[in-house]
């Protein structure tokens, strides 16, 4: 072996073809979190199958059920099936034994098939087996291969050097397997000492959705933001990360995750200052044609913004002021034109992306024999203004708090509001191509970037309010519309309808997904329906984090905790709690920048009960529910009663 003859190896050899920086993972470093393993809750043992016929594979006939605790066998033609009860990045960890050369083969897997294997249904394999198709590559990899030696006695063993994104776990053994302990160890960068956030309320459901955004970003923040742990991808998305950085930071300390990954977009920019749609670079979203696609490129703003507005971290932009810059003075200079960055978007943008509204880019509205429709270019080119306002925005903010010339941003920010108002709104605030009107997305961006105003406003809010009744109170939002969704609508005085989207059950909705089994947010509203089974097999992850951004509304309405621009870093708060009964109850514990902030209410009859502590050497200003004069206090905890 090499390190038993060192001296043998030679002169080491000095590399020159190498001109790049060699620089530690700092910030993203892997951990494997123990405190918070899974252990088993069902596991069952099947063989054989019954009720099969043509398209259906029919279902698993359970040979034995172990009990918790209770040693498992699994025999040659048996398959031992184990639900860990969350989905997760994770390696399944063993203790067991079986005679030497034996092989274990562990498929990891997000969700079992049902519905008698029905094909139509989109399964795989018989009802109560793991259904795998989603990973995309099912039969050669993402599988665990375990070559048992010469030990007669029990073994522990993980995988080192992976991770798989499942729940369950399908297991056979080519000769007979004694497993005394198998539990699930969740990997990511998030490691226990840096998760600074808790909320819980007294409604179970909406618990449920605060659970699944924390498990979907333990997942996905794991050495870079990736949108999915588990199929053939993995990859550094730029709109998924975007929107949910700010959410991210209210449970878990990021800024040095975000150092890091900030460094993979600066390394993936284009020399015409143009950022991808995934970095750091990787099999694709990052090629000269993945450039500037809107709501991904801005990633390379809105991240650094928000990573600075709740840790009062300065040096993420002085790190990243050039590249901002550059990337500002590209979009600001093409007005962010679909046409005139073609050469960088190839043409495609995926915009609102799995939206249920019309010209949606996946679902293929946009597009029409000849490639997008006139009404989507219009459509991709007011979003992209959108985005240009809203990143001129945070460089005007960044610039002011660094000492740069935030003036410059200021004039950037005024002529995106007059290039929109002029091109595509009427002044009654009606949108010129009419298609427009009947979605939320346009509308929503209309009242964020401040287009409307009087009448006009009032008659924007008064036709979403419509549009919302129309779709029986669900959202039709895609992973841009969602990201602003719910605050846009509260700011707008439609927190009404923000909180029936929070507790809606139909399809689409967050719990929509929770009443059909999730315990992570899915890529797709719909990626698995009971009535009809899968979501397209070709791109439908179970752990996919960017819907979880309803969070960061969650912290800042719900229990009230808000960082001020003007004052990063929480040493000042707004807190402008918004209450609702259906909740029953909330408390929130964040230790942030400027210290530990704590909101808690509760009713008792129709009375709101509410304590809340602001650290010392911070303030906060607090405007009651239903009241639109503030008060501002000092350090100390208090109790409110309305």
Not at 186 to 204: L, R
Not at 222 to 247: K, Y
Not at 607 to 618: H, L, Q, R, S
Request: glycine share 8%; aromatic share 12%.
């Amino acid at each position: 072996m090499g390190f038993d003859c060192i001296d043998k190896l030679g002169t080491p050899e000095v590399n020159t073809e190498f001109k790049g920086e060699i620089l530690p993972n700092n910030g993203a470093e892997i951990y494997l979190r123990k405190d918070i393993a899974l252990a088993p809750v069902k596991a069952y043992v099947w063989e054989e199958v019954e009720g099969a016929k043509e398209g259906e594979f029919g279902k698993v006939v359970i040979k034995n059920e172990f009990s918790a605790g209770e040693p498992m066998t699994v025999k040659p033609g048996e398959t031992l099936v184990v639900d860990f009860g969350q989905n997760a990045s994770a390696v399944p960890s063993f203790e067991f034994k079986a005679a030497e050369g034996t092989v274990l083969t562990c498929l990891p897997a997000e969700l079992l098939n049902d519905g008698n294997g029905a094909e139509s249904r989109g399964m795989d394999g018989p009802e109560g087996s793991c259904h795998r198709t989603n990973l995309r590559i099912p039969a050669t990899g993402l599988i665990l291969n375990y070559t048992f030696g010469p030990a007669t006695a029990f073994v522990s063993y993980y995988p080192h050097c992976t991770f798989f994104g499942y729940r369950f776990a399908s297991i056979t053994a080519t000769a007979e397997v004694t497993i005394k302990s198998i539990e699930s160890i969740p990997v990511t960068s998030i490691a226990q000492d840096i998760e600074i956030g808790k909320i819980t309320t007294g409604n179970d459901l909406v618990n449920k959705i605060i659970s699944n955004t924390l498990w979907g970003q333990r997942s996905n923040y794991l050495s870079v933001p990736t949108d999915c742990p588990q199929r053939n991808e993995r990859l550094g998305w730029t709109a998924d990360t975007q929107v949910f950085t700010e959410t991210g930071t209210f449970f878990a300390n990021t800024s040095r995750f975000f150092h890091k990954w900030t460094r993979d977009m600066r390394d993936t920019q284009s020399p015409l200052g143009g950022f991808p749609g995934v970095a750091p670079y990787a099999q694709y979203g990052a090629e000269p044609g993945d450039m500037m696609r809107l709501g991904w490129a801005d990633a390379g703003i809105i991240v650094p913004w928000n990573v600075w507005k709740q840790f009062n971290d300065k040096d993420i932009i002085d790190e990243n002021w050039e590249s901002m810059d550059k990337f500002m003075n590209h979009i600001n200079e093409t007005k962010y034109a679909h046409n005139a960055l073609k050469a960088e978007n190839s043409n495609y943008q995926w915009a609102d992306w799995l939206s249920y509204e019309p010209l949606e880019s996946c679902g293929g509205g946009a597009f029409g024999p000849n490639g997008p429709l006139p009404e989507t270019i219009v459509y991709w080119n007011y979003l992209s203004a959108c985005y240009w306002y809203i990143d001129a925005s945070m460089m005007r903010d960044m610039a002011a708090a660094t000492g740069r010339d935030a003036a410059k941003y200021q004039a950037m920010v005024d002529n995106a509001n007059a290039y929109m108002k002029s091109n595509f709104l009427n002044a009654d605030g009606t949108f010129k191509t009419a298609i427009l009107n009947t979605m939320q997305t346009p509308a929503l961006f209309a009242l964020k970037c401040n287009l409307v105003e009087g009448a006009a406003k009032e008659a924007m809010i008064a036709r979403l309010r419509e549009n919302f009744q129309q779709h029986e109170n669900c959202l039709q939002t895609g992973f841009l519309g969602t990201s602003i969704l719910m605050t846009t609508l509260t700011e707008n005085g439609m927190v009404d309808i923000a909180y029936e989207l929070l507790l809606q059950r139909k399809n689409p909705s967050w719990i929509y997904s929770i009443d059909n089994g999730a315990t992570t947010i899915w890529e797709r509203w719909n990626s698995y329906m009971i009535e009809y089974g899968m979501g397209p097999k070709g791109m439908n992850s179970f752990n996919h984090y960017a819907y979880g951004a309803v969070c960061a509304w969650i912290w800042k309405t719900c229990a009230g905790i808000e960082s001020d621009v003007a004052v990063p870093g929480f040493k000042h708060i707004i807190m402008n709690p918004v209450p609702d009964k259906r909740l029953g109850s909330l408390d929130a514990e964040y230790a942030s920048a400027a210290g530990v902030i704590k909101s808690s209410w509760k009713y008792e009859g129709d009375k709101w009960i509410w304590n809340f502590t602001v650290p010392e050497g911070a303030t906060a200003t607090v405007t009651l529910p239903g009241e639109t004069e503030s008060k501002d206090y000092n350090a100390g905890s208090y109790t409110v009663e309305k």
